[in-house]
């Protein structure tokens, strides 16, 4: 399966890859807004493929839920467990905010690196990412990059994990994911779109 074409999967057909595996892998959790966005115009972090971000619902008042003199938020600490041994045994910490719990109905979104829209293999694979962080968000488990909850689901489905699929080689950061369960899900969707064809 080629990696890049002249095809541009559009944000139209990016919103329905979410919806579909949303339904077909995510257990028909409610739909979330998916787009693309820029670096250059500060619609994503420079260094990130995609991003599942959270923000304050309009009406959620922080101020009582200071915590370490910071309102809103609070500092959740995570060490590292047997199991995980390219984690390297590094402590990290996680600032989180008390308004992202779901039933303070933040809003929540996906935002897709534009430059992946020509590349069916690999945005599937960002897709399934930030849409497995949005599914542990929305039924309580740990959603966080490195959270074991998260981790251990990105095993179970053969997703890439942040941590465990990068090697430091020759001075940078090189992927050793092997893409084949994405290539599976990328086909799911492709037959999907033809038994759609074929009904219209």
């Not at 559009?10 to 949303?22: K, Q, V, Y």
């Not at 959620?60 to 839920?65: A, I, K």
């Not at 829209?117 to 740990?142: K, V």
Request: with cysteine; hydrophobic share 35%.
């Amino acid at each position: 399966m080629k990696r890049k074409n002249g095809v541009v999967i559009s944000e139209e057909m990016l919103r329905d890859m979410a919806r579909f595996f949303l339904k077909e892998l995510f257990y028909g959790i409610p739909e979330i807004p998916v787009s693309y966005g820029d670096p250059d115009k500060e619609e994503i972090s420079c260094d990130a493929a995609g991003e599942f971000r959270l923000e304050k619902c309009q009406g959620y008042d922080v101020s009582g839920d200071s915590l370490f003199n910071t309102p809103g938020y609070r500092w959740r600490y995570k060490a590292m467990w047997e199991g995980y041994p390219e984690f390297g045994g590094v402590d990290f910490g996680v600032f989180e905010g008390l308004w992202e719990n779901p039933l303070n109905h933040p809003e929540a979104y996906i935002v897709i690196r534009r430059c992946q829209a020509r590349d069916a293999l690999r945005l599937t694979g960002t897709l399934l990412h930030e849409l497995l962080h949005y599914y542990c968000w929305y039924i309580g488990l740990d959603h966080h990059d490195g959270d074991r909850d998260f981790e251990d689901l990105c095993r179970e489905m053969g997703l890439s994990s942040n941590f465990r699929d990068w090697v430091w080689k020759d001075g940078k950061w090189k992927s050793v994911f092997d893409y084949s369960h994405v290539e599976e899900y990328l086909r799911m969707y492709v037959e999907h779109l033809l038994e759609e064809r074929d009904v219209a």
